[in-house]
């Protein structure tokens, strides 16, 4: 079953988002015309993510965002964030990424919910990640004049590289230490 091998290493590689065992099964039926099994698929997952965790590869491939994408190694995290640090124009402002965390931990949540939380305008920061595409719209809140609801996207979990918003470190998992500005006094 090689050639299914190179079939879903083609999937994988041209999605542009993890791609999930059920929706290359969907495809890979559509194609062959005929039930491509869902353990023949994720069977020849497990070989490509042994495959690909040897030394002979830069990447590897990764269960991300409840699907699966190719990721560059850890080893080549300086030469790959010189590059990005000289391309990206794409970072995230301390208020983007204030309003992000908020919208993150308290979702779903309105702009004014956030803003309240901030205490300042987050006009902006809201408009900016939702054209990055971290956030998305949700719904409408029954709430008086209806405002928007807003959530993290798929695209959020990808850029954290996280498969679930429950992957996100929780409030006590910080020490004390990590919360307090100075020092100490006995």
């Keep these: 079953m090689d050639f299914l091998h190179r079939h879903i290493e083609a999937l994988i590689f041209c999605a542009p988002e993890p791609l999930s065992s059920s929706e290359m099964v969907k495809c890979l039926s559509e194609m062959f015309e005929a039930e491509v099994p869902l353990d023949h698929v994720e069977s020849a997952i497990y070989d490509l993510r042994k495959k690909y965790n040897q030394d002979d590869f830069a990447f590897s491939l990764e269960q991300i965002s409840g699907g699966y994408q190719f990721l560059t190694k850890p080893a080549y995290q300086t030469s790959i964030s010189i590059l990005l640090k000289q391309q990206s124009q794409k970072r995230l402002s301390t208020a983007q990424l204030e309003t992000l965390s908020i919208i993150a931990y308290k979702q779903p949540i309105t702009k004014g919910e956030v803003e309240q939380i901030r205490g300042v ?43 679930s918003i429950q992957d996100l470190p929780h409030p006590k998992d910080f020490t004390q230490a990590d919360n307090q500005i100075g020092e100490e006094r006995e």
Aim: include cysteine; charged fraction near 30%.
């Design 121 to 163: 305008n987050c006009d902006y920061s809201v408009q900016k990640l939702l054209e990055k595409e971290l956030i998305e719209i949700q719904g409408k809140s029954e709430g008086v004049g209806k405002p928007l609801i807003y959530g993290t996207s798929k695209k959020f979990m990808e850029y954290f590289g996280i498969n």
